[in-house]
Structures are given as structure tokens and as C-alpha cells.
């Protein structure tokens, strides 16, 4: 059994298969079966075409003498790749419907593509796929077994409860699916659907079959074996991939509704004229091009146009915003190539530790420092909106990024009177030397520019390293 600080904890429940990162590189090892099927995806070239198509990071085989120091009890016949790292780790509960959905598709064309070559993967967990981008990739190879002729796929429920029902939970009743699965990491079960959808829904062919009927047969049947029910179902390759190909039409269909939110026009209601509008893309292009930053965080990100800019200049950005319809908006514009993650999380609630031991699935913090934030049109969200004061957001931004670009917005701003329209104003400490004060307790400002035609004004800083 390898033993080692280094083991992530999301990999633990996998007896044959775990994960070690170091630095650049993800090790994967395999041990006893999970060995022999690890080989046969190789053998077979199934792994080196999913790499060919982007599908899977590209690999290399770890001899025994290059293998790490500090793995302890690693048997010698174990088999170990290396992968390169990905910038960053997302979770479904934040990605958008859209990149939800693509990575639905994807899993069943990797699923698909396994089967041809004699494979299956033995789980559907949406964990198993990552985001390059806005582009797919699938990262578990320990979840690739050797088919067994006659037996059934086994991922098929997972696949419903992590990746259709939360799809369906919104497009078929209109309810994001973002908090459900932030707090059920196993997915949304067909009971539990099954009593939310209208019977117009239930009663489309695809969706009874994969949702109410399963919810009957799992109520009825779930506490039993196969012995007690005196059935051994025997499903033979083609109907294994008929049921795929279904699956594929039913998730295609899916729609997110079409609707406006709070946010989703804020890009073109805001007070900046094109003037300002020109002088805040210059200045933070001009910070992120001296910074020459790995990753960018841009927060509030809205319809990403700053993440957009920021991506020219970084291996990768991850933009972050509370309204799942505005994230939406954003990735419909962004190719597969560019280096934007869109993600919906509320910032005054961000990803927490969670999982098994409260480990398994990291914080937003706990993932890293940002090289980069963009703090855009935010802090006085934080401030009026979820009463967080400017000590606390300077503190918070300086335990996840190392330099960032802020801005500050006035009191007399029109956004800020309408955040403050229907509340009291309590808020003594909202002026900008209260704030320049709070930024250095934690950062170097190294730059500033007060936006042309505008009051609002940018704020480029640098982790103070002699901070508390």
C-alpha cells in the first residue's frame, strides 16, 4: 500500500488505483487488476488515441527508478504513469449547464470509444472529467476495465445521477443545479427527480425510461441481489452501445430556458463610457502582460470580457460568477481553444472542503494561489451586498492571489445607489482611504488610474510580504 502526504484524497476510495501530485506532474499507479486493464488500454492503443484527440493528457510510463521518493510500500509490479498538471481543478456543482452537458457528451464518447476497443469504463463519475479551457478532458484511467462479455454497464445509474438529472433538473424544471450538487456529491437520484418533474416530462419516452422507471425499480428492487431476485441480466455489446447512443440523443436535446437574470445585461447598463471602458481594458492588460502570470483568477468575471484580455497573456483563466445565466452567457462565446474556465460560484459563499474527511473535494482557497486576480467591480458587491467589510475582502484577496488588479467604485456610482436603493446605509468605513488603508495592510499598490469620464478607479497590487 503507497503511503505518502503527497496521495490525494480524492483518489482514496479506489483500492487499485490512486494519485500522488508533485510538483508539475500527476502520478497515477495501478496495482493487482486494475494493472492488467491499465495494459489491455494500452495494448488495445485506446489510450494513445483519446491522447491523439486532447481527450486524455499525454503519458509517459514510470520506471521503477524514476518513481518519486517517499512512496513507501509501492509493490514493485505496479504500474505508474505521469501526466502533466492541470492549471486548476473544478468540480460540477461549479461548472455552467453548458459545460456540464459537453461534459456528459464527452463521458459517453469516451465510454463509446472504450467499448470499441474492448473496454468499458467501470464508473460515471463526473469527477473523472476535467476542463482545458472549455474543453473536456478525462483524467481517471484507473476507471478504464477489460469488458466482460454478457455483463451490463455498470456506470449506467452514476452516469444518471451525476451528469442527466442535474441536466434535466434544469432544463426540464427550470432549477439550477449548482446548490443541489454542492451539497449531494453523489449526484441527484431518479426518486428525488422524479417527484420534481411535470407529468408532461415524465411521460416523454426517454425520460420515463431513464428517470421515473428507474425510480420504480430501484424503490422496489434497490435492497436486493441478483440471487434473491433469481435474475443475472446478460447485455451483450450492442445493446450496451444502443443505450449509449440513446443516452447521447437525450442529452443533446437538453436545453437550458432561456431567461434574463439580475447581472446578465450589466456589461451594457454599466456607468462607463467608452472612454473608461477603453482606459480599464488597457490598464489591466497592461498589469497582466508585466506580471506574465500561470494562472488568473478574474472574479465577478460577468461575461468573461477582462478573463478575455487576461487570456492572451497567461497559460489559463478561471472566471468566476455567482449568476449561472450571466456564466452561461459567457461561455457561448468562448472558442474550445481559448484559456477561459467559466465557473458559477457565489463569492460570498465559495466552495468549500468537502467530501470524505472534508478533503476529497477542495475549497476554492485551498487550491492554489491565484498569480492574478481581477477583483473588477466587486468589492462593493461584497461590501453592500453581503455586508463583508473592506479589512476583511484586502485580507481574503491577499490569501488567495499574489498581485491582483481592484477596483474601487464610489458612493455616488449609479450601481452603488442601486445596490443601496432599498437598505440602510451602515456602512461607515466605505470611502477610498478606508480602502487604500486596507489594501496595504496587505499589498504594495505599484499603480493606479482614476477611469476618464468615470469616478471609479483601478488599483494594481502586489502581495506584501511583510504583511501579518
Request: glycine content about 6%.
Amino acid at each position: 500500500m503507497l503511503r505518502s502526504s503527497a496521495t490525494d484524497p480524492g483518489s482514496l476510495r479506489d483500492p487499485h488505483s490512486a494519485v500522488v501530485v508533485q510538483g508539475r506532474f500527476v502520478y497515477r499507479f495501478f496495482r493487482g487488476p486494475a494493472s492488467a486493464d491499465i495494459a489491455a488500454a494500452r495494448s488495445s492503443g485506446l489510450l494513445d488515441r483519446l491522447v491523439e484527440r486532447r481527450a486524455v493528457l499525454p503519458y509517459e510510463l514510470v520506471s521503477h527508478d524514476e518513481r518519486p521518493s517517499g512512496w513507501l510500500g509501492l509493490e514493485a509490479d505496479a504500474v505508474v504513469l505521469r501526466q502533466p498538471r492541470l492549471a486548476f481543478i473544478s468540480y460540477p456543482y461549479e461548472w455552467p449547464f453548458g459545460l456540464l452537458k459537453r461534459a456528459a457528451l464527452f463521458h459517453l464518447d469516451i465510454l463509446r470509444t472504450a467499448l470499441e476497443a474492448g473496454l468499458i469504463l467501470k464508473d460515471s463519475s463526473a469527477y473523472n472529467v476535467q476542463f482545458e479551457g472549455t474543453r473536456p478532458v478525462f483524467i481517471d484511467l484507473g476507471s478504464f476495465a477489460r469488458l466482460e462479455p454478457g455483463i451490463p454497464w455498470r456506470g449506467y445509474a452514476q452516469f444518471c445521477a451525476m451528469f442527466l438529472n442535474p441536466l434535466l433538473l434544469q432544463a426540464a424544471v427550470g432549477l439550477p443545479f449548482q446548490s443541489w450538487l454542492r451539497s449531494s456529491l453523489e449526484g441527484i437520484t431518479p426518486d428525488e427527480l422524479a417527484r420534481l418533474l411535470p407529468l408532461r416530462q415524465k411521460l416523454r419516452p426517454s425520460i420515463f425510461t431513464n428517470v421515473v422507471l428507474q425510480s420504480q425499480l430501484q424503490r422496489r428492487f434497490g435492497g436486493l441481489d441478483p440471487d434473491e431476485l433469481a435474475i443475472r441480466p446478460r447485455v451483450e455489446l450492442p445493446a450496451i452501445l444502443r443505450q449509449v447512443e440513446r443516452l447521447r440523443g437525450l442529452v443533446e436535446s437538453l436545453r437550458a430556458p432561456a431567461s434574463t437574470s439580475t447581472w446578465s445585461g450589466y456589461e451594457d447598463n454599466t456607468s462607463y463610457s467608452a472612454a473608461a471602458r477603453t482606459a480599464k481594458a488597457g490598464f489591466v492588460e497592461r498589469v497582466v502582460t508585466e506580471l506574465e502570470p500561470d494562472i488568473v483568477w478574474d472574479l465577478g468575471c460577468n461575461r468573461g470580457e477582462y478573463a478575455l484580455i487576461a487570456a492572451k497573456h497567461s497559460r489559463a483563466v478561471v472566471a468566476i460568477d455567482g449568476d449561472p445565466k450571466v456564466v452561461e452567457l459567457m461561455l457561448s462565446r468562448l472558442s474550445p481553444e481559448t484559456r477561459v474556465l467559466p465557473l458559477v460560484m457565489d463569492l460570498r459563499n465559495p466552495s468549500p472542503e468537502q467530501g470524505w474527511g472534508q478533503r476529497e473535494r477542495h475549497g476554492l482557497k485551498e487550491r492554489g494561489k491565484a498569480d492574478v486576480v481581477l477583483a473588477l467591480a466587486l468589492v462593493h458587491h461584497l461590501r453592500f451586498g453581503a455586508n463583508v467589510p473592506l479589512g476583511a475582502i484586502s485580507a481574503w484577496l491577499a490569501g488567495i492571489a499574489r498581485a491582483g488588479v481592484v477596483e474601487f467604485v464610489p458612493r455616488s456610482d449609479p450601481m452603488v445607489r442601486r445596490l443601496l436603493a432599498w437598505r440602510e446605509d451602515v456602512f461607515d468605513d466605505y470611502d477610498e482611504e478606508t480602502f487604500e488603508t486596507e489594501l496595504r495592510r496587505h499589498f504594495v499598490i505599484t499603480a493606479t488610474e482614476s477611469l476618464p469620464e468615470s469616478t471609479r478607479k483601478l488599483y494594481s497590487v502586489r502581495a506584501n510580504a511583510d504583511a501579518a
